[in-house]
């Protein structure tokens, strides 16, 4: 079935194939950067050169100073086009990709919000259907919150939703999926596969869908719950830059479409800033438009993306986003070798005894400690030897129980690698 989120593009831009749809593009590009120009110091400073009335292609648009999250961080008031008192929601980021003290700031107006909502909505008909009960597992007590906006789109598709919160007690969220029929969950990877893992009759009898966002999601974790319990597994890109959707995966489970109505994403190189071609793995640049409080222009999200260069098999005219890779500086340096955490990643996480890890260089080699779901004493070895094999890196290992893993209590914050 074709992606759902092209009806609700073409509904809002008139678009009706690629060709018409760059056209819009360009047009709310020129439209975002007069409109930025006259509301942002920051951007009426920054873009002080740039002609809109020469910018005729997407083409042309890479000829447009990037913004960098570090400005965000350090300038978030300069960055704003409306009064305070028409801001209904500030997000505060304190991520490895800033150092101002503060962490960057995201303002939000009601209308800002309600483009999400709309997102989420069309997004979420490809998993859900009115006769599913869902958990979601985000933060969703205070307005315009992750949880907040995905209950009020499940409430547009009369879908029945509980906002539960982020997994702090497995007994408790066991308890909870049970009392609520719960059939379908939407959550951060690490929370559902760690819930998953300590409730693994539950997952088996009740879950059949999930929603994994407001993170990287390694392929190993997908395979997992599709092989031990048949569930069907969706992913969502999606940044807080970006009022949280970006972007989401159709039926055919492929990779994300992109909310081409209200934000252009770039691939480029991470090193030049040049623009890479479909089909090349780089970093993802966005442009979002049709925003009251804070437009971005040409914003360095830091994180790896690659366009494909085939249509999907839905046969959407929408493009096509790889499965997230992650943060690029999310790496560490072994044997004069980055190794990424994708790539830990998908080593560590095809064990099923292994709930989490941490990595990190040593006087002695290479540190790794496994937090582990029960005891396997034949482990220990086999990944050495493994790991070996595989990066070429000898290990000093320890492991750990699963009392012992902390699992990410804010849902803003990604992952990284564990020293």
Known sequence: ??????????????ATDRDSLDEYTVYKIKETIDYAKAK??????????????KINTL???TSVPFTYPKELAERANDFLCVPQKYVSRIVTLKTSGTTAADGKRI???????NLTVNFFCEGFKAMLNKGDRVMIMMPGETYGSAGDIIKKSLGLLNVKSFIYGVLKDCDDAGRFIEVNKINSIIALPM?????????????????EKLM?????????IIKRFKKNYNIKVFTHYGLTETGYGCG???ECLTGYHIRENDVYLEITDPATGQAFPDGNMGEIVITAFNREAMPLIRYRTGDYGSYKSKRCECSTFLKTLERSKGRIANKILINNRYMHMSELDEFFFRYDSILDYSIAPSDNGIDVKIFLL???????????EKMYEKFNAKINLTTGKKEDVILVSNTMMKRMIRP
């Open 1 to 14: 079935m074709k992606s759902h989120l092209e009806n609700m593009i073409v509904r809002e831009t008139g």
């Open 40 to 53: 942002s110091r920051f951007y009426k400073d920054r873009l002080k050169e740039i002609n809109t009335d």
């Open 59 to 61: 083409k042309d648009f």
């Open 107 to 113: 303002f939000f107006t009601d209308r800002d919000l």
């Open 191 to 207: 929370h559902a596969v760690y819930l998953s893992k300590i409730k693994e009759d539950i997952f088996k009898n009740s879950i």
């Open 212 to 220: 994994l966002s407001a993170d990287y999601v390694p392929e190993a």
């Open 248 to 250: 989401v995966e159709c």
């Open 374 to 384: 029960y005891e396997c004493p034949d482990l220990s070895e086999e990944i050495k």
